[in-house]
């Protein structure tokens, strides 16, 4: 009777060690490089553009812009066990993004030499989604969502301003695509192309109608976490 009473006890905890093996259940963990995690980054890079404006009498002037850009962004990406990756993005930047051009009449009709338009992007900054495909430290990606803008309106009369439209903020968007790499597990280096429309926005001194559209190329570098 004892032999049978240990020789079921011993068999009770192997059955028991089983169940409890069975019942934890792996975590599955990517291979290689791992983007999960929060990151903080510098960037620079060079954009341009052109803004449509247009008085309410019809008088228009097309400015193209262009200039240096650059400034911080930070994120947390979320890498999933399919190497999907998802993650959010934030950023601010400075710009010296400006141009100017001549203005016409709503015929047509080219205004005097003298008479200049000047559109300046102060700076921006931009709250996107993301989405990429991780190939071990490689990540290509495509990213959009909001953006926001500062542009500054002048009309100048043989360089005086004749028309101080002032500061206006635009909202707007912008959509991306770009490519990250992981040189070490905790630098990330970032390259990346992008659209904006800031959208149109009236400046009521003036009676004018503002809008900028941009691209820009960018390159950044993160510490992730």
Known sequence: MKR?????GFLLAIAGNGFAADAVVPEVVPAGFVWT????GLQAGYGWGKSDSTYDNGDNT????????????????????NNVVVGLDAELAYSDMKGGAGYFTSAGVPFGSEFQSDVDLKWSGAVRGRLGYAVDRFLPYIAGGVAIGSIEYKGLDNGAVFDNGGTSTHVGWTLGV??????????V????YRYTDFGSKSLSSSGIDVDLH?????LGMAYKF
Do not use: C
Not at 189 to 192: F, S
């Open 4 to 8: 049978i009473l240990l020789t079921s």
């Open 37 to 40: 995690g929060g990151y903080v």
């Open 62 to 81: 097309s400015p193209k812009v262009d200039g240096f850009i650059g400034g911080v962004y930070v994120g947390y990406n979320y890498q999933m066990s």
């Open 178 to 187: 770009g490519t990250e790499y992981a040189f070490t597990d905790n630098w």
């Open 189 to 192: 280096g970032r390259v990346e």
């Open 214 to 218: 941009s691209h820009d190329i960018r």
